[in-house]
Antibody
Framework: EVQLLESGGGLVQPGGSLRLSCAASGFTFSTYAMSWVRQAPGKGLEWVSSISGSGSTTYYADSVKGRFTISRDNSKNTLSLQVNSLRAEDTAVYYC??????????????WGQGTLVTVSS | EIVMTQSPATLSVSPGERATLSCRASQSVSSNLAWYQQKPGQAPRLLIYGASTRATGIPARFSGSGSGTEFTLTISSLQSEDFAVYYCQQYNDWPPSTFGQGTRLEIK
């Protein structure tokens, strides 16, 4: 069974940092591009970042570019998102999601259960 | 950036009836359109991809249609477990991949 399990969320002050992780299992991790998608409380879905299977290419939403860094460790089947210079508007549930058929031009499937990041003083 | 617009924002339908949800893209996305279902406190679940292909394990009462800029998700004979929020997403042109704002399907 394909599973994605996020961790690392929490309460952080504006300007602070966190490192989110996603542990993947049940599939050959290195052959799939992966993404982070977030959802602010009571709001819709916003794509945040994606990374290729090898880790050689990455993409970011303009709203997080320069502050967030996506990475992966294929030896540990782990996806990460380093989030720096956090703002109140970054408060959201952050989901880890697999690109369903491996490459970028595909839907997200499956999704993890999400980890909540709250930015507040 | 392609803007996805869903309508209506909220749809009230009785169990057993049909629900029709719409999604419009600001420019053509070919058939690279997905639909997701999200229930309270849960992650989104892929229902439809390629505009009309059901994902694994999705019941046949869910169907998708359309191409280019106009898309429809139809749920025939609504079951109690179908009341949720539904999002469309284009993956034809990215970054960024973009979602609609969602349609809340509620019990009438």
């Amino acid at each position: 069974e394909v599973q994605l399990l996020e961790s690392g969320g929490g309460l952080v002050q504006p300007g602070g940092s966190l490192r989110l992780s996603c542990a993947a299992s049940g599939f050959t991790f290195s052959t799939y591009a992966m993404s982070w998608v977030r959802q602010a409380p009571g709001k819709g879905l916003e794509w945040v970042s994606s990374i290729s299977g090898s880790g050689s290419t990455t993409y970011y939403a303009d709203s997080v570019k320069g502050r967030f860094t996506i990475s992966r460790d294929n030896s540990k089947n782990t996806l990460s998102l380093q989030v720096n210079s956090l703002r109140a508007e970054d408060t959201a549930v952050y989901y880890c999601a697999r690109l369903s058929f491996g490459s970028y031009f595909n839907p997200f499937d499956p999704w993890g259960q999400g980890t909540l990041v709250t930015v507040s003083s | 950036e392609i803007v996805m617009t869903q309508s209506p924002a909220t749809l009230s339908v009785s169990p057993g009836e049909r629900a029709t949800l719409s999604c419009r893209a600001s420019q053509s996305v070919s058939s690279n359109l997905a639909w997701y279902q999200q229930k309270p406190g849960q992650a989104p679940r892929l229902l439809i991809y390629g505009a009309s292909t059901r994902a694994t394990g999705i019941p046949a009462r869910f169907s998708g249609s359309g191409s280019g800029t106009e898309f429809t998700l139809t749920i025939s004979s609504l079951q109690s477990e179908d009341f949720a929020v539904y999002y469309c997403q284009q993956y034809n042109d990215w970054p960024p991949s973009t979602f609609g704002q969602g349609t809340r399907l509620e019990i009438k």
